[in-house]
């Protein structure tokens, strides 16, 4: 108090003070038994494509009692896109179609199809640097799914030989019948690059079916998000700085509204060779990994098969070629490119989501 000297307080406030605290004790009160408490973010994960998937997702409703029937249905989801179209599972419908050496037609799932068709799309509109058919060319090179431990790059008569077995106009769909056939008998069909993507789809797919609007879903790190967090807010996502194996460290921040991210690049699956960095990612144009300075690219879609298929193709064209054509397609990408001093960020108008490029922090 001024001058220390006490005063009394006035009359009114002797009886007003007690009754307002009164009325705050009693608001808390009601606040703590009465109003719903804020929604609690369920998390459920697995094994898929050889990597994880898990699936983040909150509901108004309680959901505590039909965790086991989500989780099911997650799982029965991606079972049967695997025992449609795994390449790494011999007895898929796929694989058996890819053994085959005819020319004839064979009836695939219509989810195949269709995917087949989104696929060709991609590749028209790359000039064929995106193509389902290149896995005679990878596998050449040492990835994919019978993979050497000590992969060393195959001689150029080899892969003149390879490419006779490569390419997607190959391949003739038949949407209709429902069929597949291959023009060129060795040809085979590998969906690595564009299935992860399906399968987040499809997962968003069960979780909706079962009424659940609010989630974030990833396979292996591509993403689709949907509504919002508990707390009102964006779902949040790291893109992830392309450094070398082993490091993992957050880029930037994107905030995603009902919209999925698929990233490529080759800072995950290469090996050096005599100081070339030899990535999975193949130009069927070069039949040789892709090499230039893109480190990574991102694509932002509202489906995530066409951002995964767009990622790996983007990643195929490079930043010069690539940011280009996405910014013709009107995609929202965003290219991460080597130079001198680290990284630069290169993106196309489209790509105004970013939340935040100092402080990443992820909810997926
Ligand atoms: P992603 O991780 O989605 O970029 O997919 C990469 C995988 O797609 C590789 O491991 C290959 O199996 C396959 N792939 C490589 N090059 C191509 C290409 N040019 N078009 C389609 N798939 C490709
Ligand atoms: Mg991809």
């Given at each position: 108090?001024?001058?220390?000297?006490?005063?009394?307080?006035?009359?009114?406030?002797?009886?007003?003070?007690?009754?307002?605290?009164?009325?705050?004790?009693?608001?808390?009160?009601?606040?703590?038994?009465?109003?719903?408490?804020?929604?609690?973010?369920?998390?459920?994960?697995?094994?898929?494509?050889g990597t994880?998937?898990?699936?983040?997702?909150?509901?108004?409703?309680?959901?505590?009692?039909?965790?086991?029937?989500?989780?099911?249905?997650?799982?029965?989801?991606?079972?049967?896109?695997?025992?449609?179209?795994?390449?790494?599972?011999?007895?898929?419908?796929?694989?058996?179609?890819?053994?085959?050496?005819?020319?004839?037609?064979?009836?695939?799932?219509?989810?195949?199809?269709?995917?087949?068709?989104?696929?060709?799309?991609?590749?028209?509109?790359t000039?064929?640097a995106f193509d389902v058919?290149v896995a005679p060319l990878v596998a050449a090179w040492g990835f994919g799914a019978a993979a050497p431990a000590r992969p060393t790059p195959p001689?150029?008569?080899?892969l003149?030989?390879l490419?006779?077995?490569v390419?997607?106009?190959?391949?003739?769909?038949?949407?209709?019948?429902?069929?597949?056939?291959?023009?060129?008998?060795?040809?085979?069909?590998d969906?690595s690059a564009i299935?992860k993507?399906?399968?987040?789809?499809?997962?968003?797919?069960?979780?909706?079916?079962?009424?659940?609007?609010?989630?974030?879903?990833?396979?292996g790190g591509e993403?689709?998000?949907?509504?919002?967090?508990?707390?009102?807010?964006?779902?949040?996502?790291?893109?992830e700085r392309p450094a070398d194996l082993g490091e993992r460290?957050?880029?930037?921040?994107?905030?995603?509204?009902?919209?999925?991210?698929a990233t490529s690049g080759d800072y995950r699956n290469y090996y050096e060779y005599q100081g070339e960095r030899l990535s999975h990612i193949i130009d069927p144009r070069t039949l040789r990994p892709a090499s230039h300075a893109g480190a990574s690219v991102t694509v932002?879609?509202?489906?995530?098969?066409?951002?995964d298929a767009w990622a790996t193709a983007l990643s195929v064209l490079g930043p010069e070629e690539g940011?280009?054509?996405?910014?013709?397609?009107?995609?929202?990408?965003l290219f991460i490119v080597r130079?001198?001093?680290?990284f630069?960020?290169?993106?196309?108008?489209?790509?105004?989501?970013?939340?935040?490029?100092?402080?990443?922090?992820?909810?997926?």
């Open positions: 108090m001024m001058g220390g000297a006490r005063r009394s307080l006035p009359t009114r406030a002797k009886i007003l003070l007690p009754l307002a605290l009164l009325l705050l004790v009693a608001l808390s009160v009601k606040r703590l038994l009465l109003e719903p408490r804020p929604p609690v973010l369920w998390e459920l994960a697995g094994a898929t494509m994880t998937w898990s699936a983040r997702f909150w509901s108004p409703g309680d959901l505590a009692d039909r965790l086991a029937e989500l989780q099911d249905s997650i799982a029965a989801e991606l079972e049967l896109i695997n025992r449609q179209m795994s390449t790494y599972d011999s007895s898929s419908e796929l694989s058996v179609f890819n053994a085959s050496r005819d020319t004839l037609p064979h009836p695939l799932a219509p989810a195949t199809i269709s995917l087949l068709l989104r696929a060709r799309q991609i590749s028209d509109l000039g064929g058919t001689a150029p008569d080899e003149a030989d490419s006779r077995r390419g997607y106009r190959l391949l003739d769909i038949d949407s209709l019948a429902g069929t597949a056939r291959k023009s060129q008998p060795e040809i085979m069909v969906l299935a993507g399906y399968g987040v789809d499809r997962m968003a797919g069960a979780l909706r079916r079962a009424g659940v609007a609010n989630y974030l879903v990833e396979i993403l689709l998000a949907a509504g919002v967090r508990p707390d009102g807010g964006a779902w949040r996502v790291a893109i460290a957050g880029m930037l921040t994107l905030e995603l509204a009902d919209l999925a991210v932002l879609h509202p489906q995530c098969a066409t951002a940011l280009a054509l996405a910014e013709r397609s009107d995609l929202a990408a130079n001198a001093g680290g630069e960020l290169l993106t196309t108008t489209a790509f105004t989501v970013v939340a935040d490029t100092a402080s990443p922090e992820e909810d997926g």
